[in-house]
């Protein structure tokens, strides 16, 4: 299955280039360049990434959306979604490939949930809680609704249009996905915590996520 994978960075010069070479060898690899004010967009091309460029920050919804139309455009039968920040582990991407081939399910997600680890104690809680909701709202068992290591079929991308322009793009996916009747499975993944700063912003989009389900999953 060619499989592509999609990077939205956002000043993520230190980790970019080492994470891209980590999967360029095995993969085609699209990193969205998310207005970044550093050299993320130079270190992802040295590394054999093909780049795209967003003018100005956007958030990581609007990256995402950028980058699977270009998967798709490139022929892509599946996408695997990693954050730029050195968080996820490559060496478990076959794990996710493994587990989509075995299942057919639509998307498969990363789960960190098994085990926090070094996740920090507030993520913890609040995925855990989110998770919970969100569980409900897809009618599936979602343990780790946040993790943005996700192996996605094709189809659930053609069939399922995307709006969200940050944070809120991985619960949209997700409900959009059980709507149109795609099944969700979760494979265990490590993640590393001890050197990256979060983009995430605890109120701002945790109120962005409650307001989206208030909405009932619709952005």
């Given at each position: 299955?060619?499989?592509?994978?999609?990077?939205?960075?956002?000043?993520?010069?230190?980790?970019?280039?080492?994470?891209?070479?980590?999967?360029?060898?095995?993969?085609?690899?699209?990193?969205?360049?998310?207005?970044?004010?550093?050299r993320?967009?130079?270190?992802?091309?040295?590394?054999?990434?093909?780049?795209?460029?967003?003018p100005?920050?956007?958030?990581?919804?609007?990256?995402?959306?950028?980058?699977?139309?270009?998967?798709?455009?490139?022929?892509?039968?599946?996408?695997?979604?990693?954050?730029?920040?050195?968080?996820?582990?490559?060496?478990?991407?076959?794990?996710?490939?493994?587990?989509?081939?075995?299942?057919?399910?639509?998307?498969?997600?990363?789960?960190?949930?098994?085990?926090?680890?070094?996740?920090?104690?507030?993520?913890?809680?609040?995925?855990?809680?989110?998770?919970?909701?969100?569980?409900?709202?897809?009618?599936?068992?979602?343990?780790?609704?946040?993790?943005?290591?996700?192996?996605?079929?094709?189809?659930?991308?053609e069939?399922?249009?995307?709006?969200?322009?940050?944070?809120?793009?991985?619960?949209e996916?997700?409900?959009?996905?059980?709507?149109?009747?795609?099944?969700?499975?979760?494979?265990?993944?490590?993640?590393?915590?001890?050197?990256?700063?979060?983009?995430?912003?605890?109120?701002?989009?945790?109120?962005?996520?409650?307001?989206?389900?208030?909405?009932?999953?619709r952005?």
């Amino acid at each position: 299955m060619r499989t592509v994978v999609v990077i939205p960075a956002y000043n993520a010069e230190a980790s970019i280039g080492t994470l891209v070479q980590q999967l360029i060898s095995q993969h085609q690899v699209i990193v969205v360049d998310d207005g970044s004010t550093d050299r993320t967009a130079e270190a992802a091309a040295a590394a054999g990434a093909a780049v795209l460029r967003q003018p100005r920050n956007g958030g990581k919804g609007a990256a995402l959306r950028r980058g699977f139309a270009a998967a798709l455009e490139r022929g892509a039968e599946a996408v695997v979604t990693m954050d730029g920040d050195g968080q996820h582990d490559p060496a478990d991407l076959p794990h996710l490939a493994a587990a989509a081939a075995a299942s057919r399910a639509g998307i498969v997600l990363g789960n960190r949930m098994s085990s926090r680890g070094t996740m920090p104690r507030v993520r913890w809680y609040t995925n855990r809680a989110m998770s919970a909701m969100l569980s409900r709202l897809c009618r599936q068992a979602i343990p780790d609704s946040q993790c943005g290591f996700r192996w996605i079929a094709r189809e659930v991308l053609e069939r399922c249009p995307l709006s969200a322009e940050r944070f809120e793009i991985d619960s949209e996916l997700l409900v959009a996905a059980s709507r149109a009747g795609f099944r969700i499975v979760s494979v265990p993944v490590r993640s590393i915590y001890d050197r990256h700063t979060s983009m995430i912003r605890p109120w701002r989009d945790t109120w962005r996520f409650l307001r989206f389900l208030a909405r009932g999953g619709r952005m």
